[in-house]
């Protein structure tokens, strides 16, 4: 019973598909949330959700890749969310990691972004990087446009930030980087949030645990170890963690419960 909340299948790296989906499910991992970042992305994740029962997919257009994004993409994403499989709008938000960030058209298309979800009554997955006092203040300020619920995925701020967050009503996933002894802030930060506000994914292709230090790719096959470091920060067991996380993904993404 075991959960990734994002990641993303589309990708070539993984060899078979259908192969690494049998070792998930072997591994009891059951419920796995494939993540669009553009428009095509999404399409593809729509597909994947169709052909494998324990797949499911979020639609969005990423802040990094905005330069390939247009307005028009916009329609195609809100026409994806009324798909049975589709639990949330994202990954959508803000980036600021490379220099030549356009910072005003992030800010136009998470607004677009967060209109369309709180219209069609969806919840987001956010993604932030170097960022967070812009995060919290965007949110902040568009807050009623969250009611639907959000989750920051891939969490790497502070506990300090944490708190605010929470304040708007926040979930927040983790994934392998939170299982190295030396990533202080990701740790610090479960210590920190409630269980029944945590997460698991894997990101995967990207971010392997400290058991695949330096392999690529990463699958969803990592969430049992994340997951059992996870119930160790937080002094529970690993079985509690497991539900605690599949009833919060349901609470948060009702739609995690179709099947079709």
Request: hydrophobic content about 35%; overall charge negative; aromatic content about 10%.
């Amino acid at each position: 019973m075991y959960t990734d909340i994002h990641c993303h299948l589309n990708y070539r790296d993984y060899g078979s598909i259908e192969e690494l989906i049998s070792n998930c499910l072997k591994d009891g991992v059951d419920k796995i949330v494939t993540v669009g970042y553009d428009a095509p992305s999404s399409e593809e994740c729509k597909k994947l959700s169709e052909w494998y029962d324990c797949v499911y997919f979020a639609a969005g257009l990423h802040p990094t890749e905005l330069s390939h994004s247009s307005f028009s993409d916009l329609h195609t994403v809100e026409g994806l969310l009324s798909h049975p499989k589709c639990v949330a709008l994202g990954e959508i938000g803000l980036d600021y990691h490379y220099p030549d960030t356009d910072r005003e058209r992030q800010h136009l298309f998470f607004r677009a972004q967060l209109e369309i979800a709180d219209r069609l009554g969806m919840p987001v997955q956010i993604h932030s990087r170097d960022c967070a006092e812009d995060t919290y203040n965007f949110l902040t300020e568009n807050s009623h446009l969250l009611r639907h619920g959000f989750l920051l995925h891939c969490y790497s701020y502070s506990p300090e930030m944490t708190a605010g967050f929470l304040s708007l009503g926040a979930y927040f996933s983790f994934g392998g980087t939170s299982t190295f002894r030396r990533s202080k802030k990701p740790r610090r930060a479960i210590a920190a949030i409630p269980v029944d506000r945590l997460l698991t994914e894997t990101d995967s292709p990207y971010l392997s645990p400290s058991s695949m230090f330096g392999q690529f790719p990463n699958t969803p096959r990592s969430i049992p170890e994340i997951t059992a470091n996870m119930a160790e920060i937080k002094g529970v067991g690993e079985r509690e963690m497991c539900y605690a996380v599949r009833d919060n993904a349901e609470r948060l993404f009702p739609k995690l419960k179709n099947r079709i």
